[in-house]
């Protein structure tokens, strides 16, 4: 190729400062993160729009999906008029950032920052380690973080499926990502007091599994359980898309950890790797332990097998080595599935929290399980490419201070959600009833939404429990439609 040669000179000019390609930009960087973005917002839309939908019992599919759809549209409108500043922004608190818009170009488009992150020496304040500054623009950022907020609430929301009133949930959302996940983020993420004191957390087995286990348990005790025969029996409508559904949550948690080191690194694809073995690990022993003990192989126990190990990976992905993803996983098929098939079975507190999808054990004990994992085994060549405490290294290797810190953190975390989860669940009671009534309970989507997902005895055709029999929304007389069928709801 010549000098003189128009292709030659335009692939020089993509790559010269522009107004929009400042030299701060990497657009490899900058696509990646955007991508992984994308692929963390499909987990939730429609990855868990799917799953929700299908692995509740039929009459509950419409109700499921949209709490789904619902908390991913709040969360865009509350992050950026006020979320996003107050997990990202400045200090207000050791644990809280200043409320504030992300709407402007004047923050949009200037390279992306974290200006609580600049970590200082204790003794002496000189710089340790400068503020996090990507080589992306703030617009990328906001994206980023702005999934990651929503798809808590959803894996939050696995708790409370089959009985919360919508207009409830409605305004729970808002609610407790103001005063609950803000606060978990800016302490760990945003350059809070755990962020500094150098807790562990690489994507957020604590921000996001933990916190939404902990809320989801604690706001299905104030929820109330579902109905007894809901709770009695309660199969999944479709399990092959629940599959589908499972499939892009695991697929989509390249970008969940992938992009966590905030540039396309060697770390990235560490963290990718270390989440499909750690993954495939958790599922495989988790299916062998239902074949051991229950003598059948279960799809529905190997997607929580699968989420488990998604899960426990998280808070290290990137700093730990491919064998400590192995053993993790093996951790993680195993605990989780000991307390939910065991524990829960013998604990009074667990048979009386209605736990639907049994979000506290797939979420935060493998979330806890993950972070005191990373605090074992987070590797010293790897911690300073994600932490801003030098030489943090893993007990394994010689500091078992990293332990006691990421126990630490797992208990702030911990106690922060059921307080807030609790307050906020009370000031929600106080204004709209949390649970649906009965008759919403008993009949499901159509009381509720006007709604449902299958028309399975022809067009549209519904059952008339006054006349017991199907009818058509055509057929004013409701006359029976000769099926011989039974009432399932």
């Known amino acids: 190729m010549t000098s003189d040669d128009p292709n030659a000179y335009n692939m020089t000019l993509a790559y010269l400062p522009a107004a929009g390609v400042p030299h701060w930009l990497n657009k490899g960087d900058n696509a990646w993160q955007m991508v992984s973005a994308t692929l963390v917002g499909m987990q939730s839309v429609p990855g868990l729009v799917i799953l929700y939908g299908s692995i509740v019992k039929k009459k509950w599919a419409v109700n499921s999906a949209f709490m789904a759809l619902y908390a991913f549209a709040a969360v865009w409108l509350c992050w950026v ?264 079975k013998r604990s009074r507190l667990l048979q009386q929290v209605d736990d639907t999808l049994g979000v506290f054990h797939t979420h935060a004990v493998a979330g806890v399980l993950g972070g005191v994992t990373t605090g074992l085994f987070a590797h010293p060549s790897l911690c300073p490419m994600f932490l801003p405490v030098t030489n943090s290294k893993g007990a394994f290797y010689g500091s078992g201070i990293q332990l006691g810190k990421q126990l630490g953190g797992a208990l702030f975390i911990i106690s922060w959600n059921v307080v807030a989860t609790s307050l906020v669940c009370l000031v929600v009671r106080f204004v709209v009833p949390l649970r649906m009534p009965d008759d919403e309970l008993t009949i499901g989507d159509d009381a509720v939404h006007g709604e449902e997902a299958y028309a399975l005895w022809g067009d549209g055709e519904k059952f008339d429990s006054t006349k017991h029999g199907w009818y058509s929304d055509n057929d004013t007389h409701h006359n029976k439609v000769p099926s011989g069928v039974t009432q399932d709801v």
């Open 81 to 344: 008029t006020w979320g996003y500043q107050m997990s990202f922004g400045e200090k207000l608190l050791p644990f809280w950032g200043k409320a504030g818009h992300a709407l402007g170009q004047g923050v949009l488009l200037g390279q992306a920052s974290l200006p609580a992150t600049e970590h200082r020496y204790a003794h002496h304040g000189a710089v340790e380690t400068p503020g996090i500054m990507p080589w992306y623009p703030m617009a990328s950022m906001v994206y980023f973080q702005c999934v990651f907020a929503a798809i808590t609430l959803i894996l939050l929301a696995g708790s409370l499926l089959g009985r919360m009133n919508f207009k409830a949930w409605m305004l729970f959302v808002p609610l407790w990502l103001t005063f609950s996940y803000t606060i978990g983020a800016f302490s760990i993420w945003g350059g809070g007091f755990l962020f500094h004191w150098g807790v562990m957390d690489y994507s957020g087995g604590y921000v996001i599994h933990l916190s939404s286990g902990v809320a989801g348990f604690t706001a299905a005790y104030w929820v109330g359980p579902r109905s007894t025969k809901d709770r009695e029996r309660f199969p999944p409508n479709n399990v092959l898309l629940m599959l589908t559904g499972a499939g892009i949550l695991w697929m989509g948690w390249a970008g969940f950890n992938g992009g966590d080191p905030y540039s396309a690194n060697i770390d990235s694809s560490l963290a990718v790797l270390n989440t499909n073995i750690c993954a495939a690990t958790s599922l495989l022993v988790w299916t062998c332990l239902d074949v051991i003990f229950f003598k059948k192989p279960s799809v529905i126990g190997a997607v929580q097998g699968m989420i488990t190990g998604l899960v426990c990976i998280t808070p290290g992905a990137g700093l730990v080595q491919g064998w400590a993803a192995i053993v993790m996983g093996m951790l993680s098929g195993s605990i989780p599935w000991f307390t939910m098939m065991v524990v829960h």
